[in-house]
């Protein structure tokens, strides 16, 4: 239901944008959101986002993560800028999805994309 991109290494400063599309059958998508892991930890939100366009950060992001979603492709951004080794982890994207078909609506995780940042 979820598909993520856009991870990779990257140098310490520098920025990277993560997508994460949500596909199948999808009568409309509420919070969109971004988590990440490292090991050993428990996953954290980075980012959300929800239907109506109000976002919410971690504290550890703000100022330099941007969230966004574009609704006509079901597809929600996670924007990177000033990144940090300590920002390294897998993240992953999540979507709470109402089905066209039942109307329930389900949270989906995406696969996870690796971030990594040499310092």
């Known amino acids: 239901q979820l598909q993520a991109s856009g991870g990779g290494l990257v140098q310490s400063g520098r920025s990277l944008r993560l997508s994460c599309a949500a596909f199948?059958?999808?009568?409309?998508?509420?919070?969109m959101g971004w988590y990440r892991q490292v090991p050993g930890k428990q996953r954290e939100l980075v980012a959300g986002?929800?239907?109506?366009?109000?976002?919410q950060y971690a504290d550890s992001v703000k100022g330099r993560f941007t969230i966004s979603r574009d609704n006509a492709k079901n597809t929600v951004y996670l924007q990177m800028t000033s990144l940090k080794p300590e920002d390294a982890a897998v993240y992953y994207c999540?979507?709470?999805?109402?089905?066209?078909?039942?109307?329930?609506?389900?949270?989906?995780w995406g696969q996870g994309t690796l971030v990594t940042v040499s310092s």
């Open positions: 986002i929800t239907d109506g366009s109000v976002t």
């Open positions: 199948g059958s999808i009568f409309s998508i509420h919070t």
């Open positions: 999540r979507a709470d999805i109402r089905d066209r078909v039942t109307m329930t609506v389900n949270g989906y």
